[in-house]
């Protein structure tokens, strides 16, 4: 029966939001700093964090879906709403801040309309043109993704382990096929990075590990914990160093390279017994994980307004820059607790009573 909530993963979180954070601090680049232009090169590979993000999503909803049913409550309508409670408030909110903020930037007409809409329904990541579906607040592409990944597990969930590791191998045929053989008419940076049909690989990679971890778990000590966790930790800075510095092909960056590393990391920590655990267990820790989704809503909006006002006030200079970056960081990490607290936390209470009293008492 699963019934222990696992701190490691929900901290994990924020280090993975951390990670999108600093793959958007490009400026760093133009740093005349040999040393943070080193760091901004590994820093780039922080678009990893989703691919992170997806895993661990196949993983916690697949546990939670389990858990539920096993204490005879939940069915798929309640999953679906609940999901959909769980997101769609926090990215209606960034999407009206992000369009007060950068109003200028559109004009209305039936194109921008449209894209407005696609954004509003959570349906841009479909359309292979960036300028959908990085319109508006260009991180809820993401939240696109997941949708249709919540969608797709009330059918995923039903089928047999052997079916699922059958459609996960005929995704990740088609990924390899596409490296090999690319297409001229498909863009390829929408097609491994944001097209929803492949990135369901990692989710549905997440709900196989939960289906292991769930099967039967393994009797090994804290000490053999401990050297997993940081065995996983350090395969990790070997995928980054390679990725960053021996692949250049960013069709096979964007997803594949990095997922058995993030798969690893997600089983080995779903177990919550090592050192690395515990420590990610305090919590204030816990807490920024249970923010990091209204971190990872805003952070690219704050970081655009903050280096808009750098720019407009010809604030240059390399010590300014990197200033600049902490404080979007910090600026990011303030707002998304507030957020969590003071928003996304009462919202989804509200919604969900209101739903359950629909549900079950009338």
């Not at 390279?257 to 820790?285: C, E, N, Q, W």
């Amino acid at each position: 029966m699963l019934n222990k909530h696992i701190y490691s993963l929900t901290s994990l979180r924020f280090f993975a939001a951390a990670g999108v954070f600093l793959h958007h601090l490009g400026v760093l680049n133009s740093v005349d700093n040999s040393i943070v232009k080193e760091f901004a090169k590994y820093f780039f590979s922080g678009y990893a964090g989703v691919t992170f993000f997806y895993i661990l999503s196949g993983f916690i909803i697949s546990y939670s879906f389990k858990k539920h049913k096993e204490n005879g409550f939940f069915d798929s309508k309640d999953f679906i709403f609940f999901r959909v409670a769980r997101i769609f408030p926090v990215h209606w909110l960034t999407l009206l801040l992000s369009f007060f903020v950068f109003s200028h930037l559109y004009s209305i007409d039936f194109l921008h309309l449209t894209t407005l809409l696609l954004n509003i329904f959570l349906l841009h990541a479909f359309v292979p043109l960036d300028g959908v579906y990085f319109s508006y607040n260009p991180v809820s592409w993401s939240l696109s993704c997941e949708l249709f990944f919540y969608c797709s597990f009330v059918f995923l969930v039903v089928l047999r382990t052997r079916f699922l590791l059958y459609l996960l191998a005929v995704i990740i045929s088609l990924q390899f096929y596409f490296i090999f053989y690319p297409q001229d008419y498909m863009p390829s940076h929408w097609l491994f990075y944001i097209n929803p049909f492949f990135r369901i690989n990692g989710f549905i990679i997440g709900m196989l590990l939960c289906r292991l971890h769930a099967s039967k778990p393994p009797s090994l000590s804290i000490h053999i914990f401990s050297f997993l966790e940081m065995l996983s930790i350090i395969l990790f800075g070997m995928t980054l160093y390679i990725a960053t510095n021996s692949i250049s092909d960013m069709n096979l960056r964007y997803d594949l390279l990095f997922t058995p590393v993030m798969a690893l990391i997600v089983f080995i920590f779903s177990y919550d017994k090592g050192f690395f655990s515990k420590v990610l267990s305090h919590r204030y820790f816990i807490l920024l994980g249970e923010a990091s989704f209204s971190f990872y809503m805003i952070h690219l909006i704050v970081i655009r307004v903050i280096f808009k006002i750098a720019s407009d006030k010809h604030i240059e200079s390399s010590v300014a820059i990197i200033s600049m970056s902490l404080i979007a960081f910090a600026v990011s990490v303030l707002g998304s607790v507030v957020i969590f607290k003071l928003f996304e936390v009462p919202v989804n209470k509200k919604l969900r009573n209101r739903w359950l009293k629909i549900r079950y008492e009338n």
